[in-house]
């Protein structure tokens, strides 16, 4: 079955970076582009972007343009997002999504997402 | 950016209970996607392209909507239900999601 496993929790301090990896299994990984997905706490979803997983080239929604870099390992089926310059309001759970076309672009795979807390 | 507005922001049902959910954009959409998310979950594909149910979902869901209108019904609340349901476009860039509504048992 359809799996995207996500790393563990981070707790980091502002200023450092952070590396989230997604996992895909039980799918081919190139053929369905991986979008990426913010969740802060008590708070709704906010789109960060997708990667098209074939190419490897990356779009970003406009509030997630400069510090956030999304990239592929393709031989390990795994994306990653990588948060750089840490601030107190990039706490939060994120979620990586496979995007799947019915009629229209719907992420029907989800991972459990990973949290990262930024304190001093 | 197509902004989707989620109405009741919260509602409380009993068992049994009819319940519609709505999600208003400010402009036109041609398909709408829902999604439930449970407290401590990651958000499920629930109702795709406006009335198409995921597999495994219950029949008491169902979708409607066209153009600016769209809305997630339960014909009889059950206290599996209880859950955030969000809405989602990509009619048009960027992808935008609905603020959610969270749904709760009474």
């Known amino acids: 079955q359809i799996q995207l496993v996500q790393s563990g929790p981070e707790l980091k301090k502002p200023g450092e970076s952070v590396k989230i990896s997604c996992k895909a299994s039980?799918?081919?990984?190139?053929?369905?582009?991986m979008h990426w997905v913010k969740q802060a706490p008590g708070k709704g979803l906010k789109w960060m972007g997708w990667?098209?997983?074939?190419?490897?080239?990356?779009t970003y929604a406009a509030d997630f343009k400069g510090r956030f870099v999304f990239s592929l390992e393709a031989s390990a089926s795994t994306a990653n997002l990588q948060i750089s310059n840490l601030k107190n309001e990039d706490t939060a759970t994120y979620f990586c999504?496979?995007?799947?076309?019915?009629?229209?672009?719907?992420?029907?795979?989800w991972g459990q997402g990973a949290s990262v807390t930024v304190s001093s | 950016e197509i902004v989707l507005t989620q109405s009741p922001t919260t509602m409380a049902a009993s068992p049994g209970e009819k319940v519609t959910l709505t999600c208003r954009a400010s402009?036109?959409?041609?398909?709408m996607h829902w999604y439930q998310q449970k407290s401590g979950a990651s958000p499920k594909l629930w109702i795709y392209d406006t009335s198409h149910r995921t597999s495994g979902v219950p029949n008491r869901f169902s979708g409607s909507g066209s153009g600016t209108s769209y809305s997630l019904t339960i014909s009889s609340m059950e206290t599996e239900d209880a859950a955030t349901y969000y809405c989602?476009?990509?009619?048009?860039?960027?992808?935008?999601f609905g603020s959610g509504t969270k749904l709760e048992i009474k």
């Open positions: 039980g799918y081919t990984f190139t053929d369905y582009a």
């Open positions: 990667i098209n997983t074939y190419t490897g080239k990356p």
């Open positions: 989602q476009q990509w009619n048009s860039n960027p992808l935008t």
């Open positions: 402009s036109s959409v041609s398909y």
């Open positions: 999504a496979r995007i799947y076309y019915y009629s229209s672009f719907v992420m029907d795979a």
